[in-house]
């Protein structure tokens, strides 16, 4: 019996998702929350058991402060917007945990990595994707990935 291995991505509007059957690459789509939700039941029925590996963002806890004494205008906005954009991401990858811990789901957690998600010759190199992907995709084939190895 092999299993599922679903790679994600988090993100506060679309999850990078990326499905591994019997350790090839079969699947890459952006879904939210709703739709992993809505596909766990058909992925469980196939009697292959499911495992999700996520990219652990709510182990960042970091304030992206330059050196500096003081922050205004531009500077202060830009330490604003990169802070809520983590945050954001770190509410989804808290919510979508929940939701998997219903179904007696548990991901394995990832360290954050920008692997593939720039590189998209080395990515279709390793799995042999030639299909569509964005740089979230292919950042959550890369914790597929990971739980196929």
């Given at each position: 019996m092999s299993k599922i291995i679903i790679g994600i991505d988090p993100?506060?509007?679309?999850?990078?998702?990326?499905?591994y059957m019997d350790g090839k690459l079969t699947g890459l789509?952006?879904?939210?929350?709703?739709?992993i939700v809505k596909m766990i039941p058909q992925w469980q029925e196939l009697?292959?058991?499911?495992?999700?590996?996520?990219?652990?963002?709510?182990?960042?806890?970091a304030v992206f402060m330059k050196p500096k004494?003081?922050?205004s205008g531009?500077?202060?906005?830009?330490?604003?917007?990169?802070?809520?954009?983590?945050?954001?991401c770190q509410q989804a990858q808290s919510e979508l945990e929940v939701f998997l811990a219903s179904f007696?789901?548990?991901?394995?957690?990832?360290?954050?990595?920008?692997?593939?998600?720039?590189?998209?010759?080395?990515?279709e190199k390793i799995t042999g994707w030639k299909g569509?992907?964005?740089?979230?995709t292919r950042s959550a084939a890369y914790f597929g990935w990971l739980g196929c190895k």
């Open positions: 993100d506060s509007k679309a999850h990078g998702v990326a499905v789509n952006c879904l939210s929350l709703v739709d009697d292959k058991g499911v495992e999700f590996h996520v990219e652990d963002v709510c182990a960042n806890n004494k003081s922050y531009k500077d202060l906005a830009e330490v604003k917007a990169r802070s809520r954009t983590l945050g954001m007696l789901i548990f991901p394995v957690k990832h360290k954050i990595s920008k692997m593939w998600k720039k590189d998209r010759a080395q990515f569509r992907s964005n740089e979230d």
